[in-house]
């Protein structure tokens, strides 16, 4: 039940930052906003004030924000109407959806880092047979705190630094052991891995695993603010790298997206590790809807600043019959996506639990 709550909290503050970036600049234009909705379907609670209708409906799946005059068969040529507007001033009440979703995932990374999150530390948990550091002489318990006299305090910190090296390097490892520091050679063994992309990279590797203690980090307020800049920059980055390998196919669709299904699966696991985990969610979820409703796909944001682009190009509007067949087609083809995404989820999370209940 908790986990419900939280997905449908989750789902539902997306939703309402995305539509209200198109509501308050569509509001700022001139243009009259008719409807506010959370959710599709049948309207569970509703309430009008000025000129607009407030509502919840029964499908909390989406939402939308319904402009006068938003399609060219109810456009009557009305000055607070959609289409009364030029094609620079529609692309900011498009453009500022996925914004707010954007803003929103930094302001979350940005809260993370200053809240503090849990990371682990470098103590050894374990060691793999034929690896670098059992012959070296490394413990389970021990606590690695400087790799060739370069100070690391996190389990991050540590696996950036070995995997940089090289088959046959040595590294001198400090280790703290018993409140003493000794100093262990080590040899480093090189191993081929898939990277976040599903590409293959030769990395450093010592033969340890990390033990399950873990510390509280926490940053300065402006600190915190250059690191969820940073988070956010490369999140974007590794986003639409991955977006482009799945073009190209270089990247299976199927392992790496994720629709409501995957997303509820995941909001179960963050739940149960704790707050910070749900507003780390919260931030990479929010970046990713900003990113994927402005791909030029028809339905989506970026589908419709694609159409604005055409016909500032062509210099007037596509007729009536274009925008609904393209309309139907883009709904179709995100039909077919929600299906597949679901399909995938099913399998992903779910198969194993299913198979079981077979037997």
Partial sequence: MITLLVFLFILGLLI???????????QRMGVKVEKFSLGFGPVILKKKKKDTEYSLSAIPLGGYVKLAGDSLEEFKGRSFEYFAQPPGRRFWIIFFGPLFNYVLGFLFFWLVFFAGYPTLTTRVGGLVDGFGAKEAGVKAGDKIIAV???????WEDLQDVIQDKKEAQKVALSVLRDNKVYTLTANIREKKIDDLLGQKRSVGLLGITASDEVVKVRHGFFASFLLGLDKTWNLT?????????????????RQSVTGPLGIFYITSKATSVGIIAVLQLIAVLSLSLSIFNLLPLPVLDGGHILLLGLEKIRGKTLSAKTERVVTRAGLSLIAALAILVSYNDIVRFFGDKIARGFK
């Fill in 16 to 26: 309402i930052a995305h539509e209200f970036g198109h509501f308050i600049v569509a």
């Fill in 148 to 154: 060739d006299a370069q100070p690391v305090e996190f």
């Fill in 237 to 253: 980055v590794l986003t639409y790298q991955a977006l482009f390998k799945m073009v190209t196919g270089k990247l299976s669709i």
